[in-house]
């Protein structure tokens, strides 16, 4: 499975930025996809997993509020639309493809080069 992200970019605080990832490749019959950041000096962090055979969605807490991920399963394509963007949320974000365990937490094993967003 290959990732490629794109849309980040620079913004002001308050903006928003909608995120895609395309995704190509052969995908399991279950499969889960996430979007994660990194923002210089800090660990990587999850901000939130769909898995494309129920449409379930789950999110990190710095996420609820203001992200949202969603797919186009036809076109194979990953979306983050993210608002009212802080500068706190400047980072380089990543997505990533993997199947789910029996606790239904996501294995992932594939990840994208990442995107930059930067917030001022």
């Known amino acids: 499975v290959q990732l490629v992200e794109s849309g980040g970019d620079s913004v002001q605080a308050g903006g928003s930025l909608n995120l895609t990832c395309v995704a190509s490749g052969r995908t399991p019959k279950r499969y889960c996809l996430g979007w994660f950041r990194q923002a210089p000096g800090k660990e990587r962090e999850g901000l939130a997993t769909?898995?494309?055979?129920?449409?379930?969605?789950r999110y990190a807490d710095s996420a609820k509020s203001r992200f949202t991920i969603s797919q186009d399963s036809a076109k194979n394509i990953l979306y983050l639309q993210m608002d009212n963007l802080k500068p706190e949320d400047t980072a380089m974000y990543y997505c990533?493809?993997?199947?789910?365990?029996?606790?239904?937490?996501?294995?992932?094993?594939?990840w994208g080069q990442g995107t930059q967003v930067t917030v001022s």
């Open positions: 990533a493809a993997g199947v789910p365990n029996q606790g239904g937490s996501c294995l992932y094993g594939y």
């Open positions: 769909i898995y494309p055979v129920d449409g379930s969605t």
